[in-house]
């Protein structure tokens, strides 16, 4: 790819970025997972990676709350599946809402990350599924769901079937796969405030984990991570004074 590509690419990025559009990264992103810990050194404009409120966490002292119950609509498609490199992509056709704070943040996207970025009581668990949703304002509210090793799961059967294996490689679905089957019945969570957990890590992202704990059979768990190459996700960030609730 040329430089002129790549800086196209960057300003892309940067723009679906702002837009809410991506927690995840284009296979050309000018930084990896090999050294996290130094990405607020990598440009001026990652620089929020060092802030006070980053995610992901580890779940582990919580505050008993009347949390608002999550209202999810997903009445709606996905009707593609994107290799970004970094991660796998999953995006939607229009229709897909969550109501939150007597707001509507609309589904962008989901994307994973294995094994998981978030613990849950210092466990971590081999796959995580990022819900990643945008109101009018482009705040950010993401739903994670994590998988246990188990069962074979079929909402990630269909989608197995049909990953792109190459970086850049987007697979348009012929026949469109419902979301709403994908949601858990039990939908209790955990709500704290962080940020992206990729560059530009931005903050002021509304968290909210999901205590229902899904399945995956080891060799879909496998086929990810082969995938991938690389593990995929964050270490846990410092609290720094935040508080869960539940």
């Known amino acids: 790819m040329t430089s002129n590509k790549g800086c196209i690419v960057k300003r892309i990025f940067t723009l679906l970025t702002v837009m809410g559009l991506s927690t995840a990264v284009w296979a050309d992103a000018d930084w990896d997972y090999t050294q996290p810990e ?3 050194t990598l440009s001026q404009k990652y620089s929020a990676c060092n802030g006070l409120n980053q995610s992901p966490i580890n779940i582990e002292r919580t505050v008993k709350a009347e949390l608002e119950p999550l209202k999810f609509s997903y009445n709606t498609m996905i009707h593609a599946i994107e290799n970004k490199g970094h991660t796998v992509q999953v995006n939607f056709a229009q229709g897909g809402e ?23 009581k210092g466990k971590s668990y081999p796959l995580e599924i990022h819900f990643v949703h ?19 799961s079929q909402m990630l059967k269909r989608m197995w079937n049909r ?13 469109p796969q419902p979301v709403n089957a994908m949601l858990p019945k039990n939908l209790d969570y955990y709500r704290f405030s962080g940020s992206l957990t990729t560059p530009p890590c931005s903050e002021g992202v509304r968290w909210l984990i999901l205590k229902d704990i899904q399945q995956a ?3 879909q ?7 991938m190459g690389h593990p995929n996700n964050r270490p846990v960030q410092p609290l720094n004074g935040r508080v869960v609730l539940e």
Not at 221 to 227: G, P, R, T, V
């Open 217 to 219: 059979s080891a060799k």
């Open 38 to 40: 130094q990405w607020s």
């Open 98 to 120: 969550l109501q939150l704070d007597d707001d509507t943040f609309v589904l962008k996207q989901f994307h994973l990350h294995s094994p998981s970025e978030n613990l849950i």
């Open 221 to 227: 768990i496998s086929e990810f991570a082969k995938l």
């Open 134 to 152: 945008a109101n009018a304002k482009g705040e950010l509210a993401v739903v994670g769901m994590m998988f246990e090793q188990g069962a074979e």
């Open 163 to 175: 990953l792109p294996k190459k970086q850049g490689e987007k697979v348009v679905l012929k026949t």
